[in-house]
C-alpha cells in the first residue's frame, strides 16, 4: 500500500488544520492507521491512531484537541488538530499496520508509511 498525506500548513496558535492520508491499494478498512509527528532534531513521537474496528488512542499530548477519523469508502484517514501550539511544529507522517499490533504507539509496529506534511504553528 502507499500513503500520500496532505493537509499541512502554517497556522498561528489556536488555529486549527486537518490532514488526510489516502491510501492506495485493497484493503484498507482491514489496516490499522496512525499519524506520527517528528520536530527537528527529535524522533518519531506517536500522536494518534485507529483501529481498523473504530477504536482509537492518543498521545497525552493530542488528548482533547486532535481527533482521528477514518473513511474506508475513501481510503483516507484524517487527523483534526485543534486548538495548535507551537510544540506542535512537526512533520506529520501517516502509517498502516497490517498486523493488529498491540499498542500501535511505536513506528516499529507500522508496515507502511507516506512522505510527510509539514505543520507549522507560530506564537
Known amino acids: 500500500v502507499q500513503l500520500q498525506a496532505s493537509g499541512g500548513g502554517s497556522v498561528q496558535a489556536g488555529g486549527s488544520l486537518r490532514l488526510s492520508c489516502v491510501a492506495s491499494g485493497r484493503s484498507f478498512s482491514r489496516y490499522d492507521m496512525g499519524w506520527f509527528r517528528q520536530a527537528p532534531g527529535k524522533g518519531r513521537e506517536f500522536v494518534a491512531a485507529?483501529?481498523?474496528?473504530?477504536?482509537?488512542r492518543y498521545a497525552n499530548s493530542a488528548e482533547g484537541r486532535f481527533t482521528i477519523s477514518r473513511d474506508n469508502a475513501k481510503n483516507t484517514v484524517y487527523l483534526q488538530m485543534n486548538s495548535l501550539k507551537p510544540e506542535d511544529t512537526a512533520v506529520y507522517y501517516c502509517a498502516a499496520d497490517w498486523n493488529y499490533s498491540a499498542d500501535l504507539d511505536q513506528p516499529f509496529e507500522y508496515d507502511y508509511w507516506g512522505q510527510g506534511t509539514q505543520v507549522t504553528v507560530s506564537s
Open positions: 485507529i483501529r481498523s474496528g473504530g477504536r482509537t
